[in-house]
């Protein structure tokens, strides 16, 4: 049944090693809906940071899949194209890690309200919302990452997410050059050329050939190096709850106000 010695315990034992962040599962409803008491920033920071948790579960998905060897059509008949199905669910996968650090530098700006601090704004509207969340990209990155590490109480996060970023960087560009550029493709699946085309150019015999095929690359070490991306992202994941802290700031806002939090 199962194809290239491949079992579903082999699978269920992958996914095992996929694991997402718990603490997600204890939130409850009252905590959600009065969380926005606190203001714009906590309040749009934890809807992001739902957002993240979702797109880190998208990615696990898909990377099971691009795990997967024995891909079915809607028929159930064995998929002669295999390892192209594979590719997709892994780019779907790299594509959803590839998001990771921008919605950290989104979640934080608005925790930490440095869209005040910074810059000096003021939310009023939903669009106001969307505008300044399209402003989170470029040297305001670089303004937040110092506002962190100028505060100490926070110094020590962005440490770790320093060390995830350069750990995820050749992961960002692979994504990147697949999404946008189109040099990458997959052993196996890239169309092959029967012929070789050479041309002199200044006086160098240069394989024109080689130099325009795409750069190939092994699916399954990637998806190695990519299930090892998720478990550093899910160490970030929770550090950074640990830092937001969002159900410290909505019990020292009640507490400050003298609010009793009602019983779930």
Known sequence: ???????????????????????????????YEMLPLCGFGPAIAFSRFLVLQQKIAFGKHSLINAYRKDHKSIWRDDLEASLLERSLYFEN??????????????ILYFKFELY????????????DIIRISKNIKGRKLDEIRDWIILNESKSEFFKKFDDY???TK?????????????????????????????????????????????????????????SEIHR?????????????????????????????VPET
């Not at 996968?93 to 989104?106: H, L, S």
């Not at 005040?116 to 669009?127: A, C, F, G, L, M």
């Not at 700031?249 to 003298?258: E, G, H, Q």
Request: some cysteine; overall charge negative; glycine content about 4%.
């Open 93 to 106: 996968a790299i594509e959803a890690y590839n998001k990771v650090v921008d919605y950290v530098y989104g």
């Open 232 to 260: 550093h992202t899910i160490k970030l994941q929770m550090e950074l709850f640990t830092l937001c802290d969002f159900e410290k700031t909505l019990t020292d806002f009640l507490v400050c106000c003298k609010i009793n």
């Open 165 to 167: 970023r350069c750990e």
């Open 116 to 127: 005040e601090i910074i810059d000096k704004e003021k939310i009023k509207t939903k669009e």
């Open 170 to 226: 050749e992961m960002r560009n692979l994504a990147n050059d697949m999404k946008h550029r189109g040099c990458i493709a997959f052993e196996g699946i890239e169309l092959p050329r029967n012929t070789k085309v050479t041309k002199v150019i200044d006086g160098n015999k240069i394989d024109i050939t080689d130099l325009v095929s795409a750069l190939e690359i092994n699916l399954d070490s990637e998806i190695e190096k990519l």
């Open 1 to 31: 049944m199962n194809h290239f010695n491949q079992t579903e315990d082999d699978i269920r034992e992958f996914a095992k090693g996929l694991p997402l962040m718990n603490n997600m599962n204890n939130i409850n409803s009252t905590f």
